[in-house]
């Protein structure tokens, strides 16, 4: 259990998280380096591996106690293996992420940068050429999916925009649901 304790009045002084316990999953095993590994895997511009608990210098480690009693059911093996599938195929399709995909790889662009200019008028220029080459992925996403472009980002500042991420999680989970006991996975996934 984290106590999220931000000392400091001023936003932005920092932040002191305290552990006061540990979170089991009923396997027994503890969540703490390790986190709970995803059966399917979905884009992120967050790496855990530098950013996660286990990257902290005094991190608890990951330990089991014994598990609770609990009657697990067949395992999701093969569905899993179809989810995570028909997941990729759409991701090559959907203009929602492949929008993400290209902001993910514009953000490993910036952080792999070896040199950042020292010049005011050179780091202008390429924050601005950074803002045009957002604007242009928002219009191809935008155009994708039936929405008129824009001609600025501020233009779309004030727009609800898409969890993209949640809404991918969220057609998995209908996918599994709708998955019935020994029937063909893709009929019934592909609407057939």
Same mark, same amino acid.
């Given at each position: 259990m984290d106590l999220g304790l931000g000392f400091g009045v001023e936003p932005g002084l920092g932040q002191l998280t305290l552990t006061i316990g540990k979170y089991y999953r009923i396997t027994g095993g503890s969540t703490q380096h390790r986190? +709970? #590994? $995803?059966?399917?895997? #979905? $884009?992120?511009? +967050?790496?855990p591996v530098t950013i996660g608990e286990s990257s902290r210098e005094r991190a608890l480690p990951w330990d089991q106690i014994e598990a609770t009693g609990f009657s697990a059911r067949q395992p999701l093996d093969s569905e899993i293996a179809f989810l995570t599938q028909f997941q990729n195929d759409r991701m090559q399709k959907d203009p929602d992420i492949k929008y993400l995909m290209s902001d993910i790889a514009a953000i490993d662009e910036f952080r792999n940068q070896k040199s950042v200019s020292l010049n005011l008028t050179v780091r202008e220029i390429e924050r601005e050429s950074r803002r045009d080459t957002r604007l242009a992925r928002e219009n191809a996403r935008r155009m994708a999916i039936g929405l008129d472009p824009v001609e600025s980002l501020d233009d779309i500042e004030s727009e609800d925009k898409p969890d993209i991420l949640l809404h991918q999680a969220t057609q998995i989970v209908s996918e599994l649901a709708d998955l019935e006991p020994n029937s063909s996975m893709l009929t019934r996934a592909s609407g057939t």
């Open positions: 986190g +709970v #590994l $995803p059966d399917i895997d #979905l $884009p992120s511009a +967050v790496d």
